[in-house]
């Protein structure tokens, strides 16, 4: 990152000044106090160093019109999306394989036309950008865009969607069943058995009956066992659009009623296409690198380097 090496031989620099250089020497106990003292204010000086010109020029031309005007360089916002995406107690060949996944769908999306306020701002990444430069482990997530520079997943030679989740139900779906369309025939169903042993891979939710209008009744499910049509009363509605009204992880779910009240079992967290976070996860905890990761859960896809 920019201007870190300059910053670390001016602290390094205070250090003997302030110490001398016989006890800076002698005493590196006394060095480490200071360097932690001292490390959030490196990285505010960092900070200002990157974003002072920005807010400069956001002042007089307003901040959307600075960044859908900046010419984007992927590798220089990417760490603060990946940062947004997964959590940094993730082993790093998970953390690799999330930074393939997001630069790939970062390349898909420029190709679309979309600038970098709208990518940042459909992420969710603006407001993580404070939050990213404040983390005491956001390292790694430059690390991992570096090991992984330029790695795209494609499909016939493009760069196509390229779906994560936090953990399945124990098998992932499969994108032409969950987004009902052809296109996506390339996300294929993967096992993924090891997301069972989560703690929170089961959570029963209560809805008592008196908050629908009609009796709820599950119609049917895909091949990984994600609810696809249920129905309310006489309504019919879709599995995903459910799970997200109502408030679940996932609408991989069973459901039983007792006593005026549904108690609904739900299995996994997300749409469940594509990659698992946890599953990936368990396999790095196993040797598993970042490569094998990203084949299992994307067997149709091409890892390639983009230039």
């Known amino acids: 990152m920019f201007g870190i090496t300059f910053f670390d031989a001016l602290i390094h620099r205070t250090a003997i000044i302030i110490f001398g250089k016989r006890t800076y020497i002698r005493k590196k106990n006394a060095y ?106 956001r390292q790694i997530y430059e690390q991992a865009a570096k090991e992984t520079d330029g790695q795209v997943l494609t499909y016939e030679e493009k760069v196509r969607l390229t779906p994560w989740h936090k953990r399945s139900a124990g098998k992932t779906r499969s994108g032409e069943e969950a987004f009902h369309d052809e296109a996506y025939t390339y996300l294929k169903s993967a096992d993924s058995s090891e997301d069972k042993k989560s703690p929170d891979h089961k959570k029963i939710v209560e809805i008592p009956a008196g908050q629908l209008s009609g009796e709820l009744k599950i119609k049917k499910r895909d091949s990984a066992g994600y609810v696809t049509e249920l129905t309310i009363g006489e309504t019919l509605l879709e599995g995903e659009s459910f799970a997200a009204g109502m408030g679940l992880e996932s609408a991989n779910f069973s459901l039983k009623k007792k006593d005026d009240i549904y108690y609904l079992r739900v299995r996994g967290s997300g749409h469940g296409v594509g990659f698992s976070q946890f599953g990936g996860n368990e396999m790095a905890k196993n040797g598993s690198s970042a490569e094998e990761i990203l084949k299992k859960y994307f067997p149709e896809m091409e890892l390639k380097a983009e230039d």
Not at 46 to 66: D, Q
Not at 70 to 88: A, G, N, W
Not at 119 to 126: K, Q
């Open 32 to 137: 480490g106090v200071f360097m932690k003292k001292y490390a959030l204010l490196r990285y505010c000086l960092v900070f200002l160093a990157i974003v002072l010109p920005y807010f400069s020029a956001a002042t007089i031309n307003g901040p959307e019109r600075v960044l859908a005007e900046r010419v984007p360089d992927m590798e220089e916002y990417l760490p603060v999306i990946v940062f947004s995406q997964i959590s940094p107690n993730m082993k790093k060949e998970t953390i690799k394989a999330q930074t393939v996944i997001a630069r790939s769908n970062i390349q898909r999306w420029l190709g679309e036309g979309k600038n970098l306020a709208e990518i940042l701002r459909e992420n969710g990444s603006t407001e993580e950008v404070w939050r990213y430069f404040f983390a005491e482990k």
